[in-house]
């Protein structure tokens, strides 16, 4: 069965960075739109960035520019690099993954949770001011 797990979360003071990976198995990794989402603690889920089967990103505007979202079809791997933290990134971010490919959609549609058949258990990040 599909698997996705994170790993990489911590504690790390504002301006800091951390690089978080997602190990997947069971799937062809190569075929499936990636995803992070994260959520604090009394919010709901929220999307952090994409990556599409094909290589193209979508960042949420309160990362863009601070993060960064790559893949490693060969090792079923998704990294997600994170820098210039700030207190309000503190969250458990999830990986998330779906089929897609041969698929576009928009922005829209990549930032939902609908978009997303498997998600990984999460893992914590925070930052102190």
């Known amino acids: 069965q599909v698997q996705l797990v994170e790993s990489g979360g911590g504690l790390v003071q504002a301006g800091g960075s951390l690089r978080l990976s997602c190990a997947a198995s069971?799937?062809?990794?190569?075929?499936?739109?990636m995803g992070w989402f994260r959520q604090a603690p009394g919010k709901e889920r929220e999307f952090v960035v994409a990556?599409?089967?094909?290589?193209?990103?979508y960042y949420a505007d309160s990362v863009r520019g601070r993060f960064t979202a790559s893949r490693d079809n060969a090792k079923n791997t998704m990294h997600l690099q994170m820098n210039s933290l700030k207190p309000e990134d503190t969250a458990v971010y999830y990986c998330?993954?779906?089929?897609?490919?041969?698929?576009?959609?928009?922005?829209?549609?990549?930032?939902?949770?609908?978009?997303?058949?498997?998600w990984g258990q999460g893992t914590q990040v925070t930052v102190s001011s």
């Open positions: 998330a993954g779906d089929s897609k490919v041969g698929t576009y959609y928009s922005y829209n549609y990549y930032s939902g949770v609908s978009a997303y058949k498997y």
């Open positions: 990556i599409t089967w094909s290589g193209g990103t």
């Open positions: 069971g799937l062809t990794f190569s075929s499936y739109t």
